[in-house]
């Protein structure tokens, strides 16, 4: 069972920056593929971008290709997700996504998830 654990939401202007961190319990974190998914209210949790167990592949919604970008350190067991000018309608909680074997843009891709953070972009 992997436990995943966000960290660095916030309060933030638009046009400002977050990082958030997404620590992994699992000692052999590094066979899994990682990923962020986001939910804003009264919306449907929603794909943000995800990146593969050896990290040369990553994936973004379009939404927030160019402003956004998924890194991981295996040897940290952490996944982070920098955030750039971030506008109102990335307000959501965003929740920290890991699966083993598949790597995609639907919620039933991942079998691991966080408990989320809040992320809040004043206008």
């Known amino acids: 069972q992997v436990q995943l654990v966000e960290s660095g939401g916030g309060l933030v202007q638009a046009g400002g920056s977050l990082r958030l961190s997404c620590a992994a319990s699992?000692?052999?974190?590094?066979?899994?593929?990682m990923g962020w998914f986001r939910q804003a209210p009264g919306q449907e949790r929603e794909f943000v971008t995800a990146?593969?167990?050896?990290?040369?592949?990553?994936y973004y919604a379009d939404s927030v290709k160019g402003r956004f970008s998924i890194s991981r350190v295996n040897a940290k067991n952490t996944v982070y997700l920098q955030m750039n000018s971030l506008k109102p309608e990335d307000t959501a909680v965003y929740y920290c996504?890991?699966?083993?074997?598949?790597?995609?843009?639907?919620?039933?891709?991942?079998?691991?998830w966080g408990q989320g953070t809040q992320v809040t972009v004043s206008s």
């Open positions: 996504v890991a699966d083993r074997r598949r790597i995609g843009v639907q919620t039933y891709d991942y079998d691991y």
């Open positions: 699992e000692r052999t974190f590094s066979p899994y593929n």
């Open positions: 990146i593969n167990f050896s990290g040369l592949r990553t």
